[in-house]
Each structure stands twice: as structure tokens, then as C-alpha cells.
T-cell receptor, first 112, second 112 residues
Framework: LAKTTQPISMDSYEGQEVNITCSHNNIATNDYITWYQQFPSQGPRFIIQGYKTKVTNEVASLFIPADRKSSTLSLPRVSLSDTAVYYC?????????????FGAGTILRVKS | DTGVSQDPRHKITKRGQNVTFRCDPISEHNRLYWYRQTLGQGPEFLTYFQNEAQLEKSRLLSDRFSAERPKGSFSTLEIQRTEQGDSAMYLCATETGGAGYTFGSGTRLTVV
């Protein structure tokens, strides 16, 4: 399973756009990139998933360059409630019995 | 209820006691996973069920740990002769082959 590298922590202010970059140099051809969000005392929550170029949903955007060795999660106009840990994972989502491999994640602190 | 439910939310036990946790998955999700999360770390895979069959166990799952999923519905995770190192958040997740897992809120175990 591809290993991922993310910043340990990031600080931002309300209303700003936040970009969290994840490196995954050994990503395999069939791997997808998935991001999860986790609040204290809760389980992780799926945010977004992509394979290449750009994916956008109501919560975030995911930018993936052509070489797919990195990806950037973009959170537009963050609020205090976006303070959480964000995990970047790579793997094959449809694979039979695909278990998720989490790193330590990025702690995002949003300040007022 | 459309989410994954875990019970209890918190459990404090004395070292050497046995504990059992329960996970009630989303009804149409046939895959169920147990993860363990310690402070400051991402969740770590423990074991996985496809319906009632336990198909994979992590090396983290020592002989003191046992998991069941009778009739492919709810699942239980039992820890025998608990040790202080077992203190962690135990997370249950389910999925059915689509994008993203659904995690429960977890059971926080404290062994004193």
C-alpha cells in the first residue's frame, strides 16, 4: 500500500481557503486518493475521492497533478467547525476487502 | 437509523477484566471492519468481515482479541484479560463497495 506524507499541522483563519497537500510518490496505477475528516471523539468521515485531475463536491475540491505523486485537498472559506484532523489515503476503493491505511493526518486549526 | 452505531461509547475497566463492544452496521452494508486508534495516531486496521465470515485479521489482533459477526448483522469485539496498552478508541466501519466507509463514533476504552 502506498505511503502518504502530510504536514503534521496547519493553522488558518475563518473565511480563508485552506490547501492541504499530500505526497504519495509510490502510488500505484489502480490507486485512488481519498480524504477523510475526523473530529474529536468521532470516527473519520469520508470527504472526497479522486483518481486524476480535479474533483469537486459540496464540501471540498481535490486536485491531482498528471503524475499523481501528490494531491491537494482544498477547503473553501473554512469556518471554526472545520477544525479537525484530515487524513489522506491511497488505495483501490472497490477492491475486495480493501482496508484503509491511515497515517497520522494533518491537524487543521481554524481560528477566529 | 442510517448510521453505524457503537455501544458503549465509553468503557472504563480494571486491568485483567474482559470487555465486549458492539457494532450495529448500516443494514445493507455487507462489509464490516474494526479499527483501533490511539491518541495522536490514525486508525489501525484490526479485522474485517464479509457478511458473517471473518476474512482477515491484523497482527495487532492478539489472542486476547476475538471478533464475531453472527448472521452477518451486528458485530462484537471482545478483549480478554485487558492490559493498559489496550486503552484506545475502537472504531467500527462498514461499506458495500462504493466510495468511502461509514465509521461509527467509536468506543473509548480506558484500562486502569
Amino acid at each position: 500500500l502506498a505511503k502518504t506524507t502530510q504536514p503534521i499541522s496547519m493553522d488558518s483563519y475563518e473565511g480563508q481557503e485552506v490547501n492541504i497537500t499530500c505526497s504519495h510518490n509510490n502510488i500505484a496505477t489502480n490507486d485512488y486518493i481519498t480524504w477523510y475528516q475526523q473530529f474529536p471523539s468521532q470516527g473519520p468521515r469520508f470527504i472526497i475521492q479522486g483518481y486524476k485531475t480535479k474533483v469537486t463536491n459540496e464540501v471540498a475540491s481535490l486536485f491531482i497533478p498528471a503524475d499523481r505523486k501528490s494531491s491537494t485537498l482544498s477547503l473553501p472559506r473554512v469556518s471554526l467547525s472545520d477544525t479537525a484532523v484530515y487524513y489522506c489515503l491511497v488505495g483501490v476503493p472497490m477492491e475486495y476487502g480493501n482496508k484503509l491505511v491511515f497515517g497520522a493526518g494533518t491537524i487543521l486549526r481554524v481560528k477566529s | 437509523d442510517t448510521g453505524v452505531s457503537q455501544d458503549p461509547r465509553h468503557k472504563i475497566t480494571k486491568r485483567g477484566q474482559n470487555v465486549t463492544f458492539r457494532c450495529d452496521p448500516i443494514s445493507e452494508h455487507n462489509r464490516l471492519y474494526w479499527y483501533r486508534q490511539t491518541l495522536g495516531q490514525g486508525p489501525e486496521f484490526l479485522t474485517y468481515f464479509q457478511n458473517e465470515a471473518q476474512l482477515e485479521k491484523s497482527r495487532l489482533l492478539s489472542d486476547r482479541f476475538s471478533a464475531e459477526r453472527p448472521k452477518g448483522s451486528f458485530s462484537t469485539l471482545e478483549i480478554q484479560r485487558t492490559e493498559q496498552g489496550d486503552s484506545a478508541m475502537y472504531l467500527c466501519a462498514t461499506e458495500t463497495g462504493g466510495a468511502g466507509y461509514t465509521f461509527g463514533s467509536g468506543t473509548r476504552l480506558t484500562v486502569v
